[in-house]
């Protein structure tokens, strides 16, 4: 399968996004702070009959920096709404996964007639002050060093010392890393640096109070032992249209949550049974 890279301007800058196939749309989000790279290893997976579209997140990877930093989920769903309007894309299915996830709920806020079903995977809810300070920890800004210490600690932090690592995918985690590995201009993010910027936004958006909103048909993919499992359960039983499945994981593993790469063929099936 041919993935072809593009770039849609909006008032804030561009867009950077990947796509292959003909057909459906259906749009993926990613997670912080990988890049539309992530999900187009996993296009292969996919039948034909779908035009598959990984957007990445503004400010992430080659999409542009905002002049003026984003704050809040909404900000960054409008410039999905630029991105969506850019392409024509007229209706289309969801993916999103963690901050990309809380983005998409957002989105389906503001674009119930366009989208026809919703997938959030592995989706948690921050708004409080524990939530804060978890974000605060796992994203940081690395000083560059003269000696380029700091690129080994990235290079860890990708996921470079895990046993058996898959190297392809830890090099683009790490480009993506470096990419947003900077504070300049972004003060609000604090010891975040530009890596923070979604992150930061989530802290101030209730996802489980803001889903309860959404009318559309919405899949919840968490992993059987993730720790976000009790926010699934939360925005299932708080929205209607909602259907919660498990996908087999263990606490070895990301903390138990899902992760595509754990086994993508059966992520992909659940996804086009829901979408069908």
Same mark, same amino acid.
């Given at each position: 399968?041919? /993935?072809?890279?593009?770039? %849609? ?19 993926? @989000?990613?997670? !912080?702070? /990988? *890049? ?11 039948? #034909? ?13 080659? *999409? ?13 769903? +409008?410039?999905?709404?630029?991105? $969506? ?16 996830? $809380? ?8 674009? +119930? ?9 592995? %989706? ?10 978890? +974000?605060?920890? $796992? ?18 932090? #990708? ?9 392809? @995918? ?11 590995? *900077? ?31 959404? !009318? ?14 009790? $926010? ?9 249209? *909602?259907?919660?499945? !498990? ?7 990301? +903390?138990? @949550? ?19």
């Amino acid at each position: 399968m041919q /993935v072809k890279r593009g770039f %849609v301007n909006t008032p804030d800058g561009q867009i950077e996004y990947r796509e292959a196939g003909e057909g459906k749309p259906l749009l993926f @989000m990613h997670a !912080t702070p /990988v *890049s539309s790279a992530y999900y187009a290893e996993y296009f292969r997976f996919f039948p #034909s009959g779908y035009r598959l579209i990984a957007m990445t997140t503004m400010g992430y990877g080659e *999409s542009s920096k905002p002049k003026k930093p984003y704050t809040s989920v909404k900000e960054f769903a +409008q410039s999905v709404q630029w991105f $969506i309007d850019g392409l024509e894309l007229e209706t289309f299915d969801l993916f999103g996964t963690h901050t990309g996830g $809380i983005i998409s709920i957002e989105v389906a806020l503001q674009n +119930q007639d366009r989208i026809k079903h919703l997938i959030l995977d592995e %989706v948690g809810n921050y708004a409080n002050d524990a939530g804060i300070q978890l +974000q605060q920890r $796992i994203h940081s800004y690395y000083p560059s060093q003269s000696d380029g210490s700091h690129l080994l600690k990235l290079w860890n932090k #990708s996921g470079g010392n895990t046993k058996n690592a898959n190297i392809k @995918m830890v090099t683009q985690k790490f480009i993506d890393t470096l990419l947003v590995n *900077s504070a300049e201009n972004c003060e609000v993010y604090g010891n975040m640096g530009w890596e923070g910027a979604g992150p930061y936004a989530l802290c101030y958006y209730d996802s489980i109070k803001n889903s309860a909103k959404i !009318t559309i048909p919405t899949l919840l993919i968490y992993g059987t032992q993730s720790k976000l499992l009790n $926010i699934g359960e939360a925005i299932h039983s708080s929205l209607p249209s *909602s259907k919660l499945i !498990t996908l087999s994981t263990n606490k070895q593993r990301a +903390q138990g @949550m899902f992760t595509t790469d754990q086994d993508p063929k059966n992520w992909m099936e659940s996804i086009v049974e829901f979408i069908s």
